[in-house]
């Protein structure tokens, strides 16, 4: 077995832009007015992946709690502006408000719970372990999250007329939205169960075959990546809970009536 990972050249890394190019063509031969976001999006990925590069080559040489601690919060404060930016609609405060303690309550006891219970990372702070661990769980209670709230701001905009039927009927606001709280966290959770059911067969996951080709047992590899699936499913449960349950309360006032704007949570 290959001790070493095989360190890629520029020019072989420049080799894998052709798949790039090959998109581009695809889109002009089909004119689909996309190729200035693919040209946007692979200088940005490209850009942010060189710098976060070196961000973590300083980390790793010079481990410090606090330094862990800020790029895990700079982690949160991003995932959170991409869910305002990434949901169709505007956001009012309160659910600005419930997207913030949720993914904040979440994510945060999650990665606590995995580094300290589960690895029993010591020191707790290493970079190494924290800072991507940190990236894979808060990145997918993102999705779990923009989906949830996407789901329920369709759900409560669509079926209003339900949701004042149920009300009119005595049922309370909880009861009333019971049906479309659980269909955003259903559509909040089914990526990740559907990534645990093609696991190992119909792929392999990017941290097992990151740690294959460093060079690691894919025994050890797959041992890994059990443990990071089942605290990223964790991570998306209990932050999706935690927002629709604070979310559904935006709709209504202090006498239970629904407000005007389902949109965005404003009376």
């Not at 360190?7 to 890394?13: E, G, P, R, V």
């Not at 692979?42 to 790793?60: A, E, K, P, S």
């Not at 580094?115 to 991507?132: A, E, G, M, R, S």
Request: proline share 4%; glycine share 8%; no cysteine.
């Amino acid at each position: 077995m290959r001790e070493e990972m095989i360190d890629l050249t520029l020019w072989q890394l420049g080799a894998a832009y052709v798949f790039i190019i090959i998109l581009l063509a695809i889109v002009r031969w089909r004119k689909i007015p996309r190729e200035k976001q693919i040209l946007i999006a692979t200088i940005r990925m490209t850009l942010q992946l060189l710098i976060v590069g070196y961000i973590l080559m300083l980390l790793f040489e010079n481990p410090h709690p606090l330094l862990t601690v800020l790029v895990v919060a700079i982690m949160v404060a991003f995932s959170i502006r991409n869910i305002s930016s990434r949901v169709r609609g505007e956001l009012g405060k309160p659910l600005k408000r419930a997207i913030l303690i949720s993914m904040i309550a979440g994510s945060v006891v999650s990665l606590l719970y995995f580094n300290f219970i589960v690895i029993q990372l010591t020191p707790w702070y290493d970079p190494q372990y924290f800072i991507p661990i940190a990236g894979m769980i808060i990145g997918n209670a993102m999705t779990g999250v923009t989906l949830g709230v996407q789901t329920l701001l369709d759900g409560m905009n669509d079926q209003r007329h339900k949701v004042e039927a149920a009300l009119m009927l005595g049922a309370t606001p909880q009861a009333a939205t019971k049906k479309w709280v659980n269909r955003a966290f259903d559509s909040a959770i089914l990526p990740t169960i559907n990534k645990m059911v093609g696991m190992g067969i119909v792929f392999l996951p990017g941290m097992m075959t990151g740690q294959i080709l460093a060079g690691a047992s894919p025994l050890v590899a797959i041992e890994y990546q059990i443990a990071i699936l089942l605290g990223i499913v964790g991570a998306v449960s209990l932050t999706v809970i935690l927002f629709v349950n604070l979310a559904y309360k935006v709709f209504f006032n202090e006498r239970s009536q629904l407000l005007h704007n389902t949109m965005s949570g404003k009376s």
